[in-house]
């Protein structure tokens, strides 16, 4: 059997192959809430095999979220909702997993699809916040400095965030900690410019982001998968590198991360990047072996023997695709049937293979 489509146990819970679906944001809520689009975009990419699906980002706050049309989960009301999701994601063998997050500094802004940049406050906008009050780029609104008080008010939402996620049946939750949102912005000199405990040096600017995990792993039971998304670099001169991606995954281990989902860039748009295939996979590699964490590569990652080529490597333990489960939710029944000479696919469906 070839490594994609072995399974992975993490903790208690055995993963059937590693071939994961990575968060992307779909722009189809109000207020929030899951619908019939949601079920259906997560659960066709459950029936086509993969062995962890992963909701989009989901905010922990109405002013967390990328756009005004983002996932929430905010509020009890949502469980419900996503308790559907859940459900029938374990009818395939499959393991839910949801992102929460804070947009921090690139919040209120309109879908991709339509004009314009910044939301205002008349059309459903809001005010933005940050660890420093600096504008991500010309275009974009410029944030309000977090107080000490609203930085633990924002933990504390994170926390009750992940309990709103086990309580909805997710065996899996990742936080977001990269592209420019948030807890990046902590972690990057880029945009934390404060002097306090939450700024000023490296211990500083992880402050945040591991309060945040601590909190968090505080009120989920253990059984929880945990992991978290980080940009190991911001592709920018004196910002957040892989040195110290390495020494935030340190820490992020000792307080009982489970896996690191590698990304990276998206906290200036000054970044010198050149993506290609496998471009990322190299920050994966690095941080599994030095950290000694189980990592996930993601990024350009298209076809089933460039996958098994990366975990033969040892340079990660699971593949996350992104756009590639957009072009094609049955990616990984092709693979498999590439890679085994079966497909392992549903009932239903087997009489096309």
């Known amino acids: 059997m070839s490594i994609l489509f072995s399974p992975l146990e993490i903790k208690e819970i055995e993963i059937k192959n590693r071939c994961w679906v ?9 207020d929030g809430f ?6 259906v975009h997560l659960g066709t990419r459950a ?4 062995g962890l699906v992963m909701t989009e980002a989901a905010a922990i706050s109405p002013e967390g979220r990328i756009s005004p049309n983002d996932l929430g989960i905010w509020k009890d009301d949502h469980i419900e909702g996503l308790k559907k999701i859940t459900k029938f994601l374990k009818l395939q063998n499959c393991i839910s997993a949801i992102q929460i997050a804070h947009s921090g500094r690139k919040g209120s802004t309109k879908r991709p699809w339509e004009d314009g940049y910044s939301v205002d406050k008349k059309n459903g906008g809001w005010d933005v916040i940050a660890p420093s009050s600096i504008p991500f780029d010309g275009k974009s609104s410029t944030p309000k400095e977090l107080s000490k008080n609203e930085i633990n008010e924002l933990i504390i939402k994170f926390a009750d965030a992940a309990k709103r996620a086990e309580l909805a049946g997710f065996e899996c939750i990742e936080i977001h900690m990269a592209h420019g949102y948030l807890a990046h912005e902590f972690l ?10 939450y700024g000023n040096n490296l211990k500083g600017r992880m402050k945040f982001p591991l309060d945040v995990i601590k909190e968090i792993r505080k009120i989920v039971s253990d059984k929880v998968i945990l992991l978290v998304r980080i940009s190991a670099t911001d592709y920018v001169e004196n910002g ?4 110290q991606s390495i020494e935030f995954c340190k820490e992020l281990k000792e307080l009982g991360v489970d896996l690191i989902d590698c990304s990276s860039g998206g906290s200036s748009p000054l970044q010198k990047l050149n993506p290609k295939p496998n471009y990322q996979v190299p920050f994966s590699a690095e941080i599994k072996k030095e950290v000694g964490i189980k990592t996930g590569a993601v990024g350009l990652i298209t076809n089933s023997h460039q996958a098994e080529e990366i975990l033969k490597a040892n340079l990660a333990d699971v593949i996350f695709l992104g756009r590639e489960f957009l072009r094609n939710p049955y990616w990984p029944l092709k693979a498999k049937k590439d890679l085994d000479g079966e497909t392992g696919a549903p009932d239903q469906y087997i009489r096309s293979f």
Do not use: F
């Open 34 to 39: 899951v619908n019939d689009w949601h079920l």
């Open 47 to 50: 029936v086509g095999g993969a």
């Open 240 to 243: 957040w590198d892989l040195d």
């Open 188 to 197: 990057s000199p880029i945009s934390n410019k404060r002097t306090d405990e």
């Open 22 to 30: 990575s968060p992307m944001c779909q722009y189809s809520s109000e």
